[in-house]
């Protein structure tokens, strides 16, 4: 019974993880492997690479430099194109990585792969959505907000994933939808526009 715990606390952890990296890249591998080096959390040996020295390194500069590009308007759009296959390749491997390796490799493998294409890939896509028609209504000033909240909201999930793994689930499920509804707000707003200019 302990085992099934620990096996859905450490699925729900990767599911969170692989969410967050929807809303920032590299902001999750680069907290993962701090708060493994506090001792928050263990990994198997192979993913130890995570916390070490060069890899936190590298991922701090990258994510001070996916910080930058997201605050500059319209560079955002543009890194989105990037960003979005990038996304999903961590998301996955984020949740392979947390998934406990007592379960079978071949379970472990399609559980990260529907969690990086179906939760990542929905994220980043709504994200992408949510910037592009934020340029589009604003003229790209209210990138800068929107981008902020990405990082805010991508920080809370990796601490929920980690300390309340099965409370995440719920806050990704909630955030979906949220994040569909307010589509569907600016995608509504637009055409309003555009039909007042015709």
Sequence with gaps: MLHFWQLLASICLGIGLAAACGFRVFIPPLLLGIFYRAEFI???????????????????????LEISAYLIPWLDNLLDALATPTAIAAGTLITYISIDGNIDPSINVILSLISGIGITGSIQFSTVLIRGLSSVSSGGLGNFIVSTLEFIISILLIISS???????????????IFMKRIIDRLRKAKRQSNNIKV
């Design 42 to 64: 263990t990994l198997g040996e192979k993913w130890e690479w995570v916390a070490s020295d060069l890899a936190i390194l590298l991922l701090i500069i990258a994510t001070l």
């Design 162 to 176: 980690i300390f309340l793994p099965v409370l995440t689930i719920i806050i990704v499920i909630i955030l979906i």
